[in-house]
Nanobody
């Protein structure tokens, strides 16, 4: 059974940092897209960052570029999201997601799709609250 478990959320002041972890089980990180998404109250779920496990390619939404860093430890089947310079607008429930089908699409399709919430497997989410 595929499971994704997020941890590391919490309350932090604006300008602070948090590191989220996503521990995966039930599959190996041979070649997957692992994404971080977030959903604030009343808003749609949005992609924040993702990484391709086979080659470590990373991708970021413009809203977090330069502040967030995604990384993976394939030996531990774990993906991390280091979040620095946090802003109140980063407040949301953060979800980890995994998808394999993206690797079989064209590069253009991957770019257009990777930040959409169409991934196959999802974690339960972890709350991140940034106070002003």
């Amino acid at each position: 059974e595929v499971q994704l478990v997020e941890s590391g959320g919490g309350l932090v002041q604006a300008g602070g940092s948090l590191r989220l972890s996503c521990a995966a089980s039930g599959f190996t990180f041979d070649d997957y897209f692992i994404g971080w998404f977030r959903q604030a109250p009343g808003k749609e779920r949005e992609g924040v960052s993702c990484i391709r496990s086979s080659d470590g390619s990373t991708y970021y939404a413009d809203s977090v570029k330069g502040r967030f860093t995604i990384s993976s430890d394939n030996a531990k089947n774990t993906v991390y999201l280091q979040m620095n310079s946090l802003k109140p607008e980063d407040t949301a429930v953060y979800y980890c997601a995994a998808d394999r089908s993206l690797i079989f699409t064209s590069r253009a399709t991957r770019i257009a799709t990777m930040f959409r919430p169409v991934y196959d497997y999802w974690g339960q989410g972890t709350q991140v609250t940034v106070s002003s």
